[in-house]
């Protein structure tokens, strides 16, 4: 059964009441992110939802760019994937993993 537009509007309320990026700006010790680059395929019969999602999308990269060039701290990468990105990529999620916990670890991260 397909989402109904007043509980997905509801869903995107809580979702903003959570303010994740006012966490993230309050971290003091490095923190990668990581978000899907490709949008979840269109759904049928549901265009308000694939424009809400496709805005959603807009905004999030553009309050990465912004928390990133505040906080150095924070690093955002791109996953050629959609949400389900750890199904879809999973080596390309993984991937960062060890030279990041060797640059905390203080190593060179194999460079």
């Not at 959570?18 to 549901?46: E, K, M, Q």
């Not at 694939?50 to 990465?64: H, I, K, S, V």
């Not at 955002?76 to 990041?100: C, S």
Request: hydrophobic share 45%.
């Amino acid at each position: 059964m397909p989402p109904e537009r007043a509980g997905a509007l509801e869903m995107l309320d809580a979702l903003d009441g959570l303010d994740l990026f006012s966490v993230f700006r309050r971290v003091a010790c490095p923190l990668p992110l990581v978000r899907a680059l490709h949008r979840v395929p269109p759904t049928p019969g549901l265009k308000w939802l694939d424009e809400m999602m496709d805005a959603c999308a807009q905004g999030l990269a553009r309050d990465l760019v912004e928390l990133t060039a505040e906080r150095r701290e924070v690093t955002a990468e791109g996953v050629a994937a959609t949400h389900a990105m750890l199904l879809e990529q999973p080596e390309q999620v993984a991937g960062p993993v060890p030279e990041f916990a060797a640059s905390v670890a203080g190593g060179d991260g194999g460079s």
